[in-house]
């Protein structure tokens, strides 16, 4: 379905939302935001960390239930890489970089050499 949207547009467009916006606004939300929150809980930070993952696969449903794995796993590394670093900007690189690899992958573009 998705290599059927990428037809006929230009690669930088589907990598500007992919790779830079979503990773962003997504961080922000669910690894900065609502993770920072939770974390000052009872539920410390992993708690927080389990329970901002959840709600950041939830915005996920649409994928298959090994997509929503994937997803839950990367999650759980981003929150990790927030906690060993203590900078959002590792989460939101790392985020960028995943995102910008699975988008080479389904549209067929080679990897940089």
Do not use: C, K
């Amino acid at each position: 379905i998705f290599q059927r949207l990428l037809a006929g547009v230009p690669i930088w467009l589907p990598f500007l939302v992919l790779a830079i916006g979503a990773p962003l606004s997504e961080e922000l939300v669910f690894r900065g935001f609502l993770l920072g929150q939770l974390r000052q809980t009872r539920l410390g930070f992993a708690g927080g960390a389990v329970v901002a993952t959840l709600g950041w696969t939830l915005l996920h449903l649409s994928y298959t239930l090994v997509g929503l794995v994937d997803v839950f796993l990367a999650g759980l590394l981003f929150a990790w890489a927030l906690w060993r670093t203590g900078s959002i900007l590792v989460p939101i690189g790392f985020h960028g970089v995943y995102n910008a690899t699975v988008l080479m992958i389904i549209s067929n573009v080679p990897a940089p050499t």
